[in-house]
């Protein structure tokens, strides 16, 4: 986005106090996306036209300040309302309810691959594009399925938090990657979520740590990665994402007729809301 597109925006933004709370309410979305399983906040801030400035000041924060600070501030205060907002009703259906919750976060990354695929396909598809979501999700599968195998215990703790703030981060910086996909197999979302919910320090500053480092150290370099090898980049999210779904599947959950039958309602459920939000971002102009 150029300084004179900036300074319009900016000038349009700050004289309409209707257009400062759209902002907002489309930043709220965005936080949204970034803790729901399932739904990629990148995606959304590529589709409501804020990911290409938020990069951009990322990127470079001292000398583009002036210009993008001003219309980024009501997204950032949207997101924060959205994250938290959410964040302790996930916490207890993921508590009450386990298997039909996930159940519906895999219908809801189902639901989205289909948005997904047409995302990574915008600039073409080459071999080199399909040779990386299979590196990918044969990496994801190997690693998840090698600490299954091994019964590896993750126990939550400063180190592990600083992880999921990593996730985090990355699940706004990439377009398409739901930090969910990666903490949902190894039994770190629901204790991190839930810890957000409840405003615990103890995992609000490692996870705040370790998604402000992600931002300083990988903005800059994931933003480079997307412009020069789009394709690559963005097949490799997806084959992360497939596999880590497949992965998350509560198999107990389908042991019996009657909760079998729960389960993949809740899948249907996922894949419908999914794919409405898909039509809804669809009819959004990208800017």
Known sequence: MSKTEM???QKSTGSNPFLVLYHIIQGALIGLGAVLPGISGGVLAVVFGVYKPAMEFLSKPFARFKTHMPILIPYGIG???GFLG??????????????????LFIGLITGMLPSLFREAG????????WISLVICMVFIFVLLGALKA????????????????FC?????????????TLLMPLGLYTPFVDGIGHLDFGVLIPGGIG?????????KAVNALFDNFYSIAFHGIIGIVIAATVMIIPV????????AVVNLICIAVGIVLALLLDRFNSRVEVK
Do not use: H
């Open 150 to 165: 091994f019964s590896v215990q993750i126990t939550p703790n400063f180190v592990w938090y600083l992880f999921c703030g």
């Open 86 to 103: 959410v964040a302790n009703l996930l916490a207890f259906f993921l508590e009450k309810y386990p298997d039909p919750s996930v159940c």
């Open 168 to 180: 985090l981060a990355l699940s706004v910086i990439a377009p398409g990657m739901s930090f969910s």
């Open 79 to 81: 997101g924060v309302v």
């Open 211 to 219: 998604a402000l480092v992600t931002v300083i150290c990988l903005a």
């Open 252 to 259: 107990s959950g389908f042991a019996t007729v009657g909760a």
């Open 7 to 9: 300074r319009k925006e």
């Open 122 to 129: 915008e600039k073409g598809r080459s071999k080199g594009s």
